[in-house]
């Protein structure tokens, strides 16, 4: 892997994570808002969010060839994952109050348009990568056709 996808690809999952984070952050300003307790069971499984991301963080570091792949599969599963869980309902009831969609509980524009940013970094972080791991085939060989 060069040094301009290797680049890209962190860039990509620190901004995702990041995504993540700050959708964590607006949790916590809903929560104190509603006088709601997250319990540590629910910060632990909300931790779990995190996984792919860091995961895809570290195989683009050290540089892995399927780094591209693990950066697009985690930002794209976390993105469908959060939208599912805030506009419909989660496929397990483990997020206490956040088991109903936002539009039940009356979400705000700021959850709102922090859920619209997550999404949206997701679909540019898989973009990114897809151009890492084209970037990546080309420069190799592997890209080539030949006539």
Same mark, same amino acid.
């Given at each position: 892997m060069d040094a301009l996808s290797r680049k890209v690809l962190?860039?990509?999952?620190?901004a995702?994570?990041?995504?993540?984070?700050?959708?964590?952050l607006d949790h916590i300003r809903q929560a104190r808002g509603w006088c709601y307790t997250i319990t540590a069971l629910l910060? =632990?499984?909300n931790g779990l969010v995190y996984i792919p991301g860091i995961f895809a963080l570290v195989a683009?570091?050290? @540089?892995?060839r399927w780094a591209p792949?693990?950066?697009?599969?985690?930002?794209?599963?976390?993105?469908?994952?959060?939208?599912?869980?805030?506009?419909?309902?989660?496929?397990f009831q483990v997020w206490g109050v956040w088991n109903r969609s936002f539009l039940d509980l009356g979400?705000?524009?700021?959850?709102?348009?922090?859920?619209?940013?997550? =999404?949206? =970094?997701?679909?540019?972080?898989?973009?990114?990568?897809?151009?890492?791991?084209? @970037?990546?085939?080309?420069l190799s060989g592997a890209g080539r056709v030949s006539t």
């Open positions: 962190i860039i990509a999952n620190v995702m994570i990041a995504a993540i984070t700050l959708h964590d910060w =632990v499984i683009s570091v050290k @540089r892995a792949f693990a950066t697009a599969f985690g930002a794209l599963l976390i993105s469908t994952l959060f939208a599912k869980v805030h506009l419909w309902k989660p496929f979400a705000d524009a700021l959850s709102w348009g922090i859920l619209t940013l997550l =999404v949206t =970094v997701a679909a540019f972080v898989a973009m990114a990568a897809a151009w890492a791991d084209g @970037r990546i085939h080309t």
